[in-house]
Nanobody, 120 residues
Framework: QVQLVESGGGLVQAGDSLRLSCAAS????????MGWYRQAPGKQRELVAL???????NYADFVKGRFTISRDNAKNTVYLQMNSLKPEDTAVYYC??????????????WGQGTQVTVSS
């Protein structure tokens, strides 16, 4: 079993920055993908950024130039540096990972979500 534990959300003003962290723990042979999604009230969950192992990073258009995803593979941790935050970035941010785990099978995992609120 694998757990994703997120931290770093909060209440900020427009233009401020936040850094989200997500650490994976448990039975992990390798991590294929780590990334972030978000869900605003009344809306569907949407991709923010994905970082495959050995592949190209993928950003949603609405965060390009403002958000940066990074990984510390030694710590099985992914970060999301969010700069120039806007009120429309307000959402619950979910960590996502695809992991080679028990039985040498690939599994999808989600974190519990962390609230990011940006006031105008």
């Amino acid at each position: 079993q694998v757990q994703l534990v997120e931290s770093g959300g909060g209440l900020v003003q427009a233009g401020d920055s936040l850094r989200l962290s997500c650490a994976a723990s448990g039975t992990i042979f390798s991590i294929n993908i780590m990334g972030w999604y978000r869900q605003a009230p009344g809306k569907q969950r949407e991709l923010v950024a994905l970082m495959p192992s050995g592949g190209s990073t993928n950003y949603a258009d609405f965060v390009k130039g403002r958000f940066t995803i990074s990984r510390d593979n030694a710590k099985n941790t992914v970060y999301l540096q969010m700069n120039s935050l806007k009120p429309e970035d307000t959402a619950v941010y979910y960590c996502y990972s695809n992991i080679l785990g028990a039985g040498f099978r690939n599994y999808d995992y989600w974190g519990q979500g962390t609230q990011v609120t940006v006031s105008s």
